[in-house]
């Protein structure tokens, strides 16, 4: 007689994953923002330029973000196995993720507010000096969008099972695509401030600078908005694709006469669902025996299975 010990029967539920590779990342994004924002906020003030103070004052809230998104990570991986948290830590990096999302609409606005009142009263602007800041942010955006975009591509192409096939945002990690969304949102307000700038000057369009604030403060309003919906759909268990439901009906209902009567599924971390299912049947099997009806889907980490017998006539035969 095989005889199971109480490990053997107890359930993990560590779902952070393995983020350390991109803590890495962020950790020498969070550095260059720093030092470029310190350069910019700088040379903004001393040359006049509300582009350039914009996306100064975005890499400013943008460190605040990159190091909500390092602590999420650290706290993730410290917690794991705290009893605390029912479902362990799994969500805290998508947290984090929403957070960046409502820093980043506090951007947006803050930007729109300074833009327009620029609009209607102009300050003179030393642009030659200021091109050059905006230049030097535009390749340090660049060099840390290259650094996140790695291992933001690296999960999407992951999983390509043909019963898996919920939206590949439940594959992303939340933390570094907000830490992505980010240096996009340095990048292009680094590339308006240029065209203001080179416009200004050459042009005489000074209105330009603060145009191109405003256009900046629409753009990244719009991801924060996208941002801000996905991670809160997952932190309010919300949002699974119908296609994993279906898989999970379809793998025990084609087995025997079994029968769903009540299904929950819902995200435990950004790659990791949990699911609790209730069924009836004539021909009652183990728990296990119906948990092994779906380990061809890999995103199903966490299962619990009801078995109810039904004394009516059989089905089948």
Known sequence: MHIHTLDQWQH?????????????????????????????????????????LADGWH???????????????QYARSQAN????????????????????????????????????????????????????????????IVSALLLDDHHDHHNHEHHDDHDHHSHAHHQDYNLRAAYIHVLADAITSVLAIIALCAGKFLGWIWLDAVMGIVGAVVIAKWSYGLA????????????????????????????????????????????LSATIALVTHYPQQPQYYKELLQHIPSLSHVLIEVNQCHGEPCLD
């Open 12 to 52: 993990s539920h560590n779902f952070s994953g393995d983020h350390h590779e991109a803590e890495s990342k962020t950790k020498i994004v969070l550095l260059l923002t720093v030092v470029t924002m310190m350069a910019e906020i700088g040379a903004g003030i001393v040359f006049g330029s509300m582009a350039l």
């Open 59 to 73: 890499m400013a809230t943008h460190v605040a973000a990159f190091g909500i998104a390092v602590f999420t990570y």
């Open 82 to 141: 705290n009893p605390r948290y029912t479902f362990g830590t799994g969500k805290v990096s998508i947290l984090g993720g929403f957070t960046s999302a409502v820093v980043l609409a506090v951007i947006a606005f803050i930007m729109a507010l300074e833009s327009t009142t620029r609009f209607f009263q102009p300050q003179s602007i030393q642009f030659s000096e200021a091109i050059y800041i905006a230049i030097l942010g535009l390749v340090v955006n």
């Open 229 to 272: 919906r996905e991670t809160g759909s997952i932190l309010v268990d919300g949002g699974i694709d119908n296609c994993v439901k279906l898989a999970i009906t379809k793998a025990i209902e084609e087995d025997s006469d079994n029968q769903i009567t009540d299904l929950h599924v819902w995200n435990v971390s950004q790659n990791h």
